[in-house]
């Protein structure tokens, strides 16, 4: 071996087990209107996210591998600098939109249209104290190639429950891309970090910018129990959430614990696909509301390098003609390594 070589062998070794470094996680999270009653609107989701740990840099840290130091010196404009800890995530996600009516072939003109979204992103992630910015570029196809009925048939073939007839009518495959920013400040009432009883609040803004989703959004969560990790929120759905940010407790630190969190989001909709329609091709569509408010509550368990949180969300109507509001629930695993 030659003499760098050994030095990126020793990179990773002192990364793999320097005392300061927090290890890889690994989160996988579904969604699905089934764990709220329904079975319409967004329909089911799959998101696997891969954490880094906290890095010196995006471009020569050896946490990372080469084809991400490649990639980040192309996106240095997304990177944040200057700050105290950083990291990088990267996911793949697939989400299903559909209409009421199931057993209907035909184009449903007063709901929404049939749609599915298959996404692969990048994102970084930089703290000071208790302030947190992100910044995340997604990349992806709407449309058949989604693989959206498949993937639906498939589970509503596992749960016994009826299939959509409608698919023929879905959006049509349509590059999509959209750029995430968003800005958190937490306040917690255990400043030093001690086990035991506590409660913190993480106040969010931001905002999403393409083709996929045109938005901004403002919002909050307030957790409340026993050992609360270091982090900026527990809501799966937030760009920041799921054990995604950087910490300042060190890797041996994995204390076991529980918490309950309550969410809220209130956001302005410039555009979203899923019911503004094709913005390249005709299609189907709907009259989008431009205000919508979101809540969700849930409960986290944290036991050693496992995380379990399980989550419901309620959204006000998010198009004219929709006749119920939306309800669904998302169940997340996380694996520290």
Known sequence: MGVGGTAVAQGREACRHGSTRLPPTVNFRVDNDLFGG?????????????????????????????????????????????????????????????????????????????????????????????RLRTTQLQVGIVGPAALGEQVQDAVHEVTGSEKFRGWDNQLRNEPVVRLIHERMRRVSANHDGDPGWSWDAIGHYGGSLGNLTTFANLGGEFRFGRNLPDDFGSTPLRPAGENTAPTREPQS?????????????????????????????????????????????????????????????????????????????????????
């Open 38 to 130: 329904q079975d319409q609107g967004y329909s089911n989701g799959v998101q696997l996210t891969l954490v880094s740990p906290n890095l010196r840099d995006y471009t020569d840290d050896p946490c990372l591998p080469r084809l991400a130091h490649w990639v980040n010196r192309h996106l240095e404009a997304l990177q944040p600098s200057r700050f105290e800890q950083q990291n990088m995530i990267a996911t793949f996600a697939q989400g299903i939109f559909t209409p009421t009516d199931f057993s209907r072939s035909d184009l449903i003109e007063d709901d929404r249209p049939y749609a599915a979204g298959l996404l692969v992103g990048l994102g970084y992630n930089a703290r000071e104290g208790d």
């Open 253 to 337: 630190r994995y204390p076991s614990g529980f918490h309950f969190f309550l969410t809220v989001d209130a956001r302005w909709v410039l555009h979203d696909i899923t019911l503004d329609g094709n913005l390249f091709r005709d299609s189907h569509s709907v009259a989008r509301r431009p205000l919508v408010a979101y809540a969700g509550y849930g409960v986290a368990l944290m036991h050693r390098r496992w995380k379990f949180a399980f989550a419901r969300y309620h959204s006000t109507r998010e198009f004219d003609e929709q006749t119920e509001t939306p309800v669904f629930g998302s169940f997340t695993v996380s694996r520290a390594f």
